[in-house]
């Protein structure tokens, strides 16, 4: 069992950083492929990014990529989503989700959700 809270997200403007975390609980958290998703307002839930159990592969959504960049540190059972170069479409809430198998692009592989973070990019 797994669980996941995120924070760190906030109002910004566009063109503006931010970082935000996902604090797990759990000792197998070095296990899990963890990823980031997002729902903006009457949008269904999508893929941002994700990350191998090793770190060693990431994954991105084609509207991140070069901006985002996801990263875990197992000694903190953590994972990170920095953003750069903030634009008012990434507003939305921020899920972290935490899996063992099939595509990390798949929401429905994913076991393990937290509650959210909102992200407000301002124009």
């Known amino acids: 069992q797994v669980q996941l809270v995120e924070s760190g997200g906030g109002l910004v403007q566009a063109g503006g950083s931010l970082r935000l975390s996902c604090a797990a609980s759990g000792r197998t958290f070095s296990r899990y492929r963890m990823g980031w998703f997002r729902q903006a307002p009457g949008n269904e839930r999508a893929f941002v990014a994700a990350?191998?159990?090793?770190?060693?592969?990431?994954y991105y959504a084609t509207s991140v990529k070069g901006r985002f960049s996801i990263s875990r540190d197992d000694a903190k059972n953590a994972v990170y989503l920095q953003m750069n170069s903030l634009k008012p479409e990434d507003t939305a809430v921020y899920y972290c989700?935490?899996?063992?198998?099939?595509?990390?692009?798949?929401?429905?592989?994913?076991?393990?959700w937290g509650q959210g973070t909102q992200l407000t990019v301002s124009s």
């Open positions: 990350i191998s159990s090793s770190g060693g592969s990431t």
């Open positions: 989700a935490a899996g063992s198998r099939g595509s990390p692009y798949s929401q429905v592989v994913y076991d393990y």
